[in-house]
């Protein structure tokens, strides 16, 4: 049984331009959780998704940050007009009930915006 | 005052100590605890978590909770060079997401 998949491992932008993180949950699991951590940050919550709904997006940055699951395929973290603050860590974990304590966190995509 | 506080450290000990890494929170209507162990460059690796006000324990790991004190520990017994890692607690509630510290690393020299 595959863990949470996340790619790319590690993505590079220019400023300006769009970054795309995608997000494969374990089997059976259809609640997605994304995280960021900046270097000596903790994870900072982004937004909670089940599949087709943004259930809690209240850590989202207002601009440019969208996020998506839909009924098929990986749930995608979309950071449009990167600036080099956006360079961090983004972690996605996934639970099967939608209970924190039984997600399971990928090994994360690091952005790194020049 | 942050809602989880988390001494970042470093922490460096000999290989046998025992550890002891610690968080104080300020909400009180967080419903269970976790701790957290991550890598350098992985994702982080749920370790233990608990519901209510006590010790648990698994193998060479003990995690505590004191909810009127609202602080939570997690103490490692004879401590090996492959627990040097960064260990975060995080807490939550139902229906809203988890809360992270910001994490200790752990340098246990051989």
């Given at each position: ?114 | ?42 994702g982080p690796e749920l370790l233990m978590y608990t519901y209510s006000s006590g010790n648990k324990e698994d193998g060479r790991f003990t995690a505590q909770v004191d909810k009127s004190s609202k ?40």
């Amino acid at each position: 049984n595959a863990g949470v998949m996340q790619n790319p491992r590690h993505l590079v932008r220019r400023r300006g331009q769009e970054a795309r993180l995608r997000c494969s949950p374990m089997k059976g699991h259809s609640h997605v959780y994304w995280y960021r951590q900046l270097p000596e940050e903790g994870l900072k919550f982004m937004v909670y998704l089940q599949k087709e709904n943004i259930i809690d997006e209240s850590g989202m940055p207002k601009e440019r940050f969208s996020a998506e699951f839909p009924k098929e395929g990986p749930s995608i973290l979309r950071i449009q007009q990167v600036v080099r603050g956006d360079s961090a860590a983004y972690f996605c974990a996934s639970s099967p009930l939608g209970e924190d304590t039984e997600a399971f966190f990928g090994q994360g995509t690091r952005l790194t915006v020049v | 005052q942050k809602e989880v506080e988390q001494d970042p450290g470093p922490l460096s000990v000999p290989e046998g100590a025992i550890v002891s890494l610690n968080c104080t929170y300020s909400n009180s209507a967080f419903q269970y605890f976790m701790w957290y162990r991550q890598y350098s460059r992985k994702g982080p690796e749920l370790l233990m978590y608990t519901y209510s006000s006590g010790n648990k324990e698994d193998g060479r790991f003990t995690a505590q909770v004191d909810k009127s004190s609202k602080y939570i520990s997690l103490f490692i017994r004879d401590s090996q060079p492959s627990d040097s890692a960064t260990y975060l607690c995080a807490m939550g509630q139902a229906g809203t997401a988890l809360i992270f510290g910001k994490g200790t690393t752990l340098s246990v020299s051989s």
